[in-house]
């Protein structure tokens, strides 16, 4: 329950510790029983957030995880039994900026002898729809790194984040507010869709908890994170516990491209929704809820514990 100093327990170096995924992850291994000594990785050791976790004792280590910045990477990830690593594709857009970024870390971790990486890999919508969808630089991309991580021979975990609940909000297609006071959530696909729900910032750690404790999991596994749910089920229960009016609308791409305002992304999302069509990212298996420590939470969990207004803004 607490961060060890004790030099005896496993050091695991956690990637984008300010962030949903890496901050999760650090949550659910400080919550454990088992001791972990932790060091956590930022740009900004200053961060309100890098600075919550030193007062419980995780090391704060500032470094830049570019390809240019090697020689400090490497620093940062020694004396690593453990390594989480995520990379953030949404802060520079740059598909081969992500699988060089993420092949370094794969590189490093290899070269340090790390015991365990946990990667937060995505599969390839490209190679799922035989190339119809080739637009998705950030699903392609981690799976590159995926392939590059296991030709590499480190002994390698993959934790695929699920989609995000907080995208039916924040994304550039969330819900938009109509003249009524009504809500409209449109996607180009049927809303019987499916797609593994996460509340990432609470439950995705436990996943990556469960691949280093539990036994049956551990180097070699690849697990899906989240709960299945449809879109037309996530605005039915989102209508139900807000009381607000909220339709579901399937617009066809184009439309769907307007209305996310980006010329240049929305046909990426676009390609990213019309993929979903395959189950569940591909159908990659979601981790069974018996290997983790604790329930992770539905759809209408997250709705529950989180305030309409941090919502609805
Ligand atoms: N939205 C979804 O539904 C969804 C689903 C699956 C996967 N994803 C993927 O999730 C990834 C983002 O993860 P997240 O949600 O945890 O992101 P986040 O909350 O925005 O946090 C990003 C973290 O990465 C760190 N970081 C970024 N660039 C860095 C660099 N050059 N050096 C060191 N640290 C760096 C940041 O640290 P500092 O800023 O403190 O340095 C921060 O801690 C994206 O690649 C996205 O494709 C998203």
Same mark, same amino acid.
């Given at each position: 329950?607490?961060?060890?100093?004790?030099?005896?327990?496993?050091?695991?170096?956690? =990637?984008?510790?300010?962030?949903?995924?890496?901050? *999760?992850?650090? $949550?659910?291994?400080?919550?454990?029983?088992?001791?972990?000594?932790?060091?956590?990785?930022?740009?900004? @050791?200053?961060?309100?957030?890098?600075? @919550?976790?030193?007062?419980?004792?995780?090391?704060?280590?500032?470094?830049?995880?570019?390809?240019?910045?090697?020689? !400090?990477?490497?620093?940062?990830?020694?004396?690593?039994?453990?390594?989480?690593?995520?990379?953030?594709? !949404?802060?520079?857009?740059?598909?081969?900026?992500?699988?060089? &970024?993420?092949?370094?870390?794969?590189?490093?971790?290899?070269?340090?002898?790390?015991?365990?990486?946990?990667?937060?890999?995505?599969?390839?919508?490209?190679?799922?729809?035989?190339?119809?969808?080739?637009? =998705?630089?950030?699903?392609?991309?981690?799976?590159?790194?995926?392939?590059?991580?296991?030709?590499?021979?480190?002994?390698?975990?993959?934790?695929?984040?699920?989609?995000?609940?907080?995208?039916?909000?924040?994304? /550039?297609?969330?819900?938009?507010?109509?003249?009524?006071?009504?809500?409209?959530?449109?996607?180009?696909? /049927?809303?019987?869709?499916?797609?593994?729900?996460?509340?990432?910032?609470?439950?995705?750690?436990?996943?990556?908890?469960?691949?280093?404790? !539990?036994?049956?999991?551990?180097?070699?596994? &690849?697990?899906?994170?989240?709960?299945?749910?449809?879109?037309?089920?996530?605005?039915?229960?989102?209508?139900?516990? *807000?009381?607000?009016?909220?339709?579901?609308?399937?617009? +066809? $791409?184009?439309?769907?491209?307007?209305?996310?305002?980006?010329? +240049?992304?929305? /046909?990426?999302?676009?390609?990213?929704? &019309?993929?979903?069509?395959?189950?569940?990212?591909?159908?990659?298996?979601?981790?069974?809820? *018996?290997?983790?420590?604790?329930? /992770?939470? *539905?759809?209408?969990?997250?709705?529950?514990?989180?305030?309409?207004?941090?919502?609805?803004?």
């Amino acid at each position: 329950m607490t961060v060890s100093q004790d030099p005896s327990a496993p050091l695991v170096v956690l =990637v984008g510790i300010t962030g949903l995924q890496g901050g *999760s992850v650090a $949550r659910a291994l400080i919550s454990s029983d088992k001791p972990y000594r932790l060091r956590g990785l930022t740009r900004d @050791a200053s961060k309100p957030a890098a600075q @919550a976790f030193a007062a419980q004792g995780v090391e704060i280590v500032s470094v830049s995880l570019t390809v240019d910045n090697a020689v !400090n990477v490497r620093k940062a990830f020694e004396g690593a039994d453990i390594a989480f690593v995520v990379t953030n594709f !949404n802060e520079h857009m740059d598909k081969q900026r992500e699988i060089s &970024e993420g092949k370094m870390l794969v590189d490093t971790a290899k070269a340090l002898g790390v015991k365990h990486l946990i990667w937060s890999g995505l599969e390839s919508l490209s190679t799922l729809s035989g190339g119809k969808y080739s637009r =998705v630089g950030f699903f392609d991309a981690k799976s590159e790194v995926t392939e590059y991580a296991k030709s590499s021979g480190v002994p390698l975990s993959v934790v695929e984040a699920g989609y995000y609940a907080t995208n039916i909000f924040e994304a /550039p297609y969330a819900l938009k507010k109509q003249p009524d006071g009504s809500y409209v959530f449109g996607l180009p696909i /049927p809303a019987t869709t499916q797609i593994p729900i996460i509340d990432v910032a609470h439950d995705y750690g436990l996943y990556v908890r469960a691949t280093i404790e !539990n036994p049956a999991l551990g180097p070699g596994s &690849e697990v899906l994170s989240g709960k299945p749910i449809s879109f037309g089920d996530i605005v039915a229960k989102l209508s139900e516990v *807000s009381g607000k009016k909220i339709t579901y609308l399937e617009l +066809d $791409r184009e439309a769907f491209i307007e209305a996310t305002g980006m010329s +240049d992304y929305g /046909p990426m999302l676009s390609d990213m929704f &019309e993929a979903f069509g395959f189950p569940d990212y591909g159908g990659k298996e979601i981790a069974s809820e *018996s290997l983790l420590a604790r329930k /992770p939470r *539905s759809w209408a969990d997250f709705l529950t514990a989180t305030p309409a207004h941090d919502l609805f803004q």
